[in-house]
Each structure stands twice: as C-alpha cells, then as structure tokens.
C-alpha cells in the first residue's frame, strides 16, 4: 500500500507549480498585449495620419493624360500639324520598389532593346514624382504591344496605354517654319515649373511650335485610380478631362510653299514669299531640312546621324544672314535720292573700274557700261555706277537708309528665336569691333551689298515689299488675322520721285536687265533685282528678288542660294519664276472657278 505521507506531499507540490506557472503566464500575456496595444493606440493616434499617407502613397496614384496639342493650319485651314495616337509602356512608383524590379526591368530591357541603364535614368529622372506613372517607351510597334500582353505576369506594375504624338501629314514641307516639339528637359523644366510642366511632357522646341506653345499645348487632365500590390488598377476615385490646345491658323499657303521647296530642290540656300500689302509670309523654306516627324517620337540613332551629314539642316537659312549684293541697290539709290545729293536725272559715267585708296574696284563685266541714270544702272546692275554714289553720300548715309528699311534689327516675325539681327556697319561699329577707321574703300563695298553688311532673306523681302506698296515697311508675320493691313506697316515718307526712280528701275531690269528669267508670257508683267556675293574661298552667293504684278503687286518672292556660283539671274531668277508661275497659276484657276458658278445671263429664273 502506498505511504499516504508521501503521497500527500508530492500532489502539494505538483498544485503549487501548477499555480505558479499560470501567475507567469498570465504576467507575460499581460505584458505583451499592453505593449501592443499600446504600440497600436500610438500608432493610430499619433502616427495614424503619417501611416494613412504612406498607405496612400502605395495604393493611390495619378494617371495623368497630355492634352491633345492644338493644330496648326494654313491660311486656307489644311491642316499642317496634327496629333496621332502611339502606344506607350509606363510603369507604376509601386513596382519600383518591388524586390522584382530587377528582373522586371532586365524583361523590359529585352522587350525594348535599350540598355537597363536608360530605363533606370528615365526612372530616376521622375523620382520626386512619386504618384506619376513613369513613361519608360512610346511609340512600342505592334509586335512589342503583342510581346508585352503575352507576358504580362511577367511584367509587374507595367502597363500599356496610349499616348498622343505630334503628326506633320506633309513631312518636310515647312518644316522649318512650323519646327517640332520634343520631351521637355531637366532645364526647360526647372524654368516652366510654375507654368503646369511635368517630367515627359512635351514642349515645343523649335519654329512655330515653340513660338505658339501657349496656345498649342492645351492642359493636363487625368484620374486618380487605387492600385493593388501588383500595380493593377482596382477602381477609378477621380477623372479629369483633359482640355485640347487651341488650333493656330498661320499666312503660309500650303499649294505655294509646295511650289517653293520643288523649286529650290536639293540645293542650299532659302525661298521666302510674302504679301507686300501686309507682310502675311506665303512660304518660307530653307535647305537643307528634316522631318520633323522624326522628333514626334524617340529619334532612332541611325537617322540622327544621317542628319548630322547635313550642312546645319536644323538652321533656317530664311532668317540668316548674308551679305545681300546687288539687291541691296534699292537702298543705295533711296540713299542718294533722298539725301539731296542726287537728282531722279543724274547720269554718271561708268567705268571698267574705280581707283581710291590705291585699290582697284571693278565693275562685274570689267569694262563698265558707259554713262547711265539710277533706272540704267539698276537695270544692268553697274558697280562703278553705285561707287560713285557712295563716294559722294558717304557710308552713314546709306547706313541711316538702311535702319529705315528695317535693317540690322528683327523683324518682328513669330520666330524671333531663331532670326538673325543682320548687320548695318558704321563708323563706331568698326571703331568697337575692329579697332579701325571707317574708310571710303567700306562705303563703296556697302554700295553694292558687300563687305560687312548682313541681311537675312526675310529681310530682302522686306526691302522688295517697300517700293512694291508704294513705300512701306511691313512687319512679316505667321499669324492669320483679320486686322487692317495698316497695322502691320509703316510709312516710311520717302518722296515720290525716290520710289518712282526705284520702282522704274526694277521694271527696267525685267524687261531688257539682267532678270531676263522672268520676262515670260506665263506671268504678268513684274519687278526684280539680281544679285552675286562673292564669298572667298567658296562659290558665290546668288539671289533674286522681285514683285508681281508691276500695278498692284501682291507677291513678293526672294531666292537666296548658299555658295551656287553662277549669276543671280542664271541660278536665283528661275526659283522665284517658278514660285510666282504656282502663285498666278492658282489665281486663275480660282477666278475660272468663280466664274463658273455664276449664273449666266440668259439662264431662266
């Protein structure tokens, strides 16, 4: 029989543990669940807003829309620019910081054919950002769009959708004047910050889109979607419209500026065509150009360096500078008529060559032309002629006529960006910048266009515009609009004998001159000037400028071609021919039109 003794002390002792071990348990329990109940009421109450961000911050995001860009039309509403639709890849902050981004973006990388490191450098671009999505690629092909939807477990927090792009329907025609529009930089992004401008947003860079970005770029819209753990979109909290850019209608006439860049061709060098009532410009190329689709979207390696072979294809020649040649003699003989000097009558002898300073200056034939009024010389384009002139009025006379004409100063055209001041020289300009002395061997060279004076092509077509209206300066302008022409031009009170003298000798040029080129059935009687710069070592500049008709002019078109050789009536002439054929080809067709839709006289009511 067992000892009670015994057994009665060993069940005391094994209640006693028991007790004690139920007092511990309930110690270390109490402990833990007041530690985390407090944990959980400082999180909630004191951290509970900063928490609830942070949750935000990996659930909510922006899913921003670019406005459409507005388009830009001619003057006739044919559309210039446009948008079209691409599909891009973007990717969610949220998968970013996935442990799987790595692989992620190696697929990508695949996917894309670019490096891993231009994906990351487009990431960490937009890192301040946190709520955008960030636009890894545009323009993805079909079979990219294809790849990526068979894999798309494999690609977390990525997604496909659809971006709008600049689309220029006629590709490098006017390429210049309208420019083209790119993502903007970390640089224009700092200075357009407080304007609304986002990382990846588009901007105009160069030509009318950057000039009319304001009106063009229209404004952002968007929605704010929840997002769960693999960056899938759960539901839509907000939705914003995105509001389209304003349409621009511009002066260029698409069938003319068509014309313009058929008849310049390959060769280097500006076309520009504006109306002289008003300074509308018609058509402005510039050679050589570009597509400026190619910037609509990433521009792929081998075409930028296709166009690096290009002679400066991104520089419109139309708003560079030059020395203008003989076309400059418009200035000139306005000079000398209205400096006093020189009568509408005067008649010099002219000469194979003028000797001043020890220096020979020869007339273009080297044999002179023998004694010839200001129409005479204008006619045959005498050097020795303006030499003399020049002599007699001195250069600050012929500078002061030129800074009247518009010269050495913008125009005021919308690309004010990208024109060129030109150059009018003087006396203190050469003293500043050269350390040297005006001299009559200067003057004489400014005579004729030559030595330091730069124009640019849109300038010359201002110069031909003032005895085409009768005297006025207009101001060149892009934007179509329904003021009086009187806003747009200046009275420059030369006298009315100057502008006959001037406009005689222009006439005189087409019709037994040196613009033989243009005196063809196929146009109505018209004005014009040649011009050759000589530009040592290298071929000579040539131009050619003129108006059309001799009564009522409406079009003035100038032909500027870069180192051509040749004769401002043999290379330049022909352009503006064709130019002004396309011009006064389409007015008849109009007025044949017009005609036809008029009921005739006999026709029963």
Request: aromatic content about 8%; proline content about 5%; some cysteine.
């Amino acid at each position: 029989m067992a000892n009670p003794t015994f057994g009665n002390r060993d069940s005391g002792r094994s209640v006693g543990r028991s007790y004690q071990s139920l007092w511990l348990l309930l110690g270390i329990t109490t402990v833990f669940f007041g530690a985390l109940g407090g944990r959980l009421a400082y999180m909630q109450i004191q951290q509970g807003e900063r928490n609830r961000e942070l949750a935000n911050e990996n659930r909510i995001h922006l899913l921003p829309r670019l406005p459409e860009r507005g388009r830009i039309l001619d003057r006739e509403g044919r559309v210039l620019a446009s948008s079209r639709h691409v599909y891009s890849l973007y990717v969610w902050p949220l998968a970013i910081k996935d442990d799987r981004w790595p692989d992620t973006r190696r697929r990508l990388a695949e996917l894309l054919k670019v490096p891993e490191s231009t994906l990351q450098a487009r990431i960490d671009r937009q890192k301040d950002n946190a709520a955008y999505r960030v636009r890894l690629a545009q323009n993805l092909s079909q079979p990219q769009v294809i790849a990526f939807e068979e894999n798309r477990r494999n690609f977390i927090g990525v997604e496909v959708d659809y971006d709008s792009v600049r689309y220029y329907p006629n590709g490098s025609i006017a390429a210049h004047v309208l420019g083209y529009t790119g993502e903007i930089s970390d640089e224009e992004l700092k200075r357009r910050e407080e304007q609304g401008y986002r990382p990846g947003d588009v901007i105009g860079q160069a030509g009318l889109e950057a000039a009319f970005e304001k009106q063009l770029r229209g404004e952002w819209g968007g929605q704010q979607v929840e997002v769960d753990a693999l960056g899938n979109v759960v539901r839509i909290l907000g939705d914003k419209q995105a509001r389209a850019g304003k349409d621009v209608t511009i002066t260029l006439d698409l069938d003319l500026q068509k014309a313009a860049e058929a008849a310049i061709g390959n060769s280097m060098g500006a076309i520009v065509a504006i109306d002289p009532r008003d300074g509308s410009i018609l058509a402005m190329v510039s050679r050589p150009t570009y597509d400026p689709n190619v910037f609509a979207t990433e521009i792929s390696q081998a075409e930028w360096d296709r166009l690096q072979q290009l002679e400066f294809p991104f520089v419109n020649r139309a708003l560079q500078s030059f020395p203008p040649a003989s076309t400059f003699k418009i200035v000139t003989t306005a000079a000398a008529l209205e400096s006093g000097k020189y009568s509408p009558d005067t008649v010099l002898q002219t000469f194979p060559f003028l000797r001043v300073g020890g220096i020979q200056f020869w007339d273009w034939n080297n044999a002179g032309f023998g004694p010839l009024g200001f129409v005479g010389a204008m006619r045959y384009s005498s050097d020795t002629f303006f030499y003399q002139v020049a002599q007699r009025i001195g250069g600050d006379a012929i500078a002061a006529m030129c800074r009247r004409f518009g010269m050495g100063q913008r125009t005021g055209v919308e690309l004010a960006a990208e024109e060129g001041r030109g150059l009018v020289p003087d006396k203190a300009w050469k003293l500043k910048n050269l350390n040297e002395e005006w001299t009559v061997g200067d003057s004489i060279n400014m005579s004729i266009g030559q030595g330091f004076l730069l124009q640019t092509p849109l300038q010359v077509a201002v110069m031909f515009a003032i005895p085409a209206n009768n005297g006025f300066r207009v101001k060149p302008h892009f934007l179509k609009d329904d003021r009086d022409s009187k806003e747009w031009r200046e009275d420059l009170k030369l006298k009315p004998s100057t502008m006959k003298v001037i406009r005689d000798g222009l006439v005189s040029v087409v019709a037994d001159g040196t613009g033989a080129a243009l005196r063809v059935p196929s146009l109505p009687p018209n004005a014009g000037k040649t011009g050759t710069a000589e530009d040592p070592p290298r071929r000579s500049h040539t131009w050619y400028g003129g108006y059309a008709p001799i009564e009522k002019p409406e079009i003035v078109v100038v032909s500027f071609n870069e180192n051509s050789g040749g004769g401002g009536g043999s290379t330049a002439a022909p352009k503006v021919r064709q130019v002004m054929e396309a011009y006064f080809r389409k007015k008849a067709l109009r007025a044949q039109a017009a005609k036809g839709k008029q009921p005739s006289a006999n026709t029963s009511q």
